[in-house]
Nanobody
Framework: QVRLVESGGGSVQAGGSLRLSCTSS???????MGWFRQGPGKEREGVAA?????????RYADSVKGRFTISQDNDKNSLYLQMNSLKPEDTAMYYC??????????????????WGQGTQVTVSS
């Protein structure tokens, strides 16, 4: 059984940084993990994704490129999202998600079948 637990959310001022963590359990083979967010009244959108197979492949939404970095620590079964230069529009509930194997659409929520409970990120101007 796959389990995902996020942590690291909080409140910061614009320009600040936060680091989100997602600890996974239950995977025994290569898998794809992603960070998603859902703001008030908005649809859930993909932020960044990471495929653990091979040398690791990352993908970012255009809105966070150059500001957010996704990384993984295999030993700790953890996925991280380092968020720098945060903007008020980054305010949302952030979710960690995972699926077994490779994903051709790693930033699409419908491609994932395992989700964490979410962690709130609030950026004030």
């Amino acid at each position: 059984q796959v389990r995902l637990v996020e942590s690291g959310g909080g409140s910061v001022q614009a320009g600040g940084s936060l680091r989100l963590s997602c600890t996974s359990s239950g995977f025994t083979d290569a898998y794809t993990m992603g960070w998603f967010r859902q703001g008030p009244g908005k649809e859930r959108e993909g932020v960044a994704a990471y495929y653990t197979g091979g040398s690791g492949v990352t993908r970012y939404a255009d809105s966070v490129k150059g500001r957010f970095t996704i990384s993984q620590d295999n030993d700790k079964n953890s996925l991280y999202l380092q968020m720098n230069s945060l903007k008020p529009e980054d305010t949302a509930m952030y979710y960690c998600a995972a699926k077994l194997g490779h994903s051709w659409s790693p930033l699409l929520p419908r491609d994932y079948n395992n989700w964490g409970q979410g962690t709130q990120v609030t950026v004030s101007s």
